[in-house]
């Protein structure tokens, strides 16, 4: 018996002394990675920078960018970025931040449709915050080691229109993006295209494969158009953009819509009902058969030996 208590001691000892050991191992592991860890200045710092797109891509304009905080101090800005241009990336506190962009030398930001989209992750996550046919996005609300980039795309959206679009907009039917517009005029329009972005930074593909005819070209009557994007990904968001083409080919790029879809179920419960059951016996009602039915079954056997 003492020898016993002894072991059981013993094999105590060992598992205390291993558990201990597997802690001091894994706290070293962390110490190790959090110095790993690049440095940032301050404590819970995000890192925040502004990139410049531009559509067309061989587009020449140069815009002003710039970041304030919520006190209006400027936090980052360059002036003359073209195509691909940035910030840079800055490192600054937890908050609310504004980006805006201007124009720069010889750019005048009329001519375009700016589209301001920040994401996390280094552009890549989450949206943080966005807004269309704007020169400012206020309020962006960032976290502790967040990673935003925010995406500048400017539109060249010249020549003046010679089409007044009264709507476009973008829905989904049964899961499928549509798309519907109506014009109050179209004075020297030859027909329209259709792009989709899987964001609304930029448009990444056309979706018409040939020019969408002007019902009334020439005249100052209107007409209403609908599309039905049947190769958009099932779900997520789509955003798409409305291009007018005119007589002497040249375009103009509408501000972009977005929209939303699920896949639909497969299947759609119309009716359903559920019919009682009998309840199935418990062994307490079993029990009271059996007493019931037992003198029974005792009598019937012995009556048959009698017989015998």
Known sequence: MKRSSQLFSAFLLVITLSFLTTQSV????????????????????????????LFPLDDPGLFDLAVTDQEGNVIASAAD?????????QSVPPGLYNVTVDAGASTLLGLYISVIECRDENGQGALVASCSNCTTLADISVASDATVVCTVTNINAQPPLAVTVAQFDATCEHGTPLLTWTTNQEIDIQGFNLYRGASLAQPDVQINPDLIPAAAPGSTQ?????????????????GYWLEVINLDGS???????????????????????????????????WAVFAL???????AL????????
């Open 251 to 285: 375009s103009s790029l509408l501000p972009p819509v977005s929209t939303t879809c699920l896949t639909p179920t497969a299947v759609t419960v119309t009716n359903l009902e559920a019919a009682a059951l009998a309840p199935a016996a418990t062994g307490g009602q």
């Open 222 to 238: 209107g007409a209403t158009y609908a599309w039905t994007d049947l190769s958009a990904a099932p779900e997520g968001l789509h």
């Open 301 to 308: 056997w012995r009556w048959q030996r009698r017989m015998r």
């Open 26 to 53: 894994l706290a070293r592991a962390e110490r190790q990675a959090d110095q790993a860890q690049p440095a940032r200045s301050g404590e819970g710092n995000l890192w925040l920078d502004v990139q410049i797109a």
């Open 81 to 89: 970025l073209g195509q691909g241009g940035t910030l840079g990336g």
């Open 292 to 298: 019931l039915t037992g003198p029974a079954v005792v």
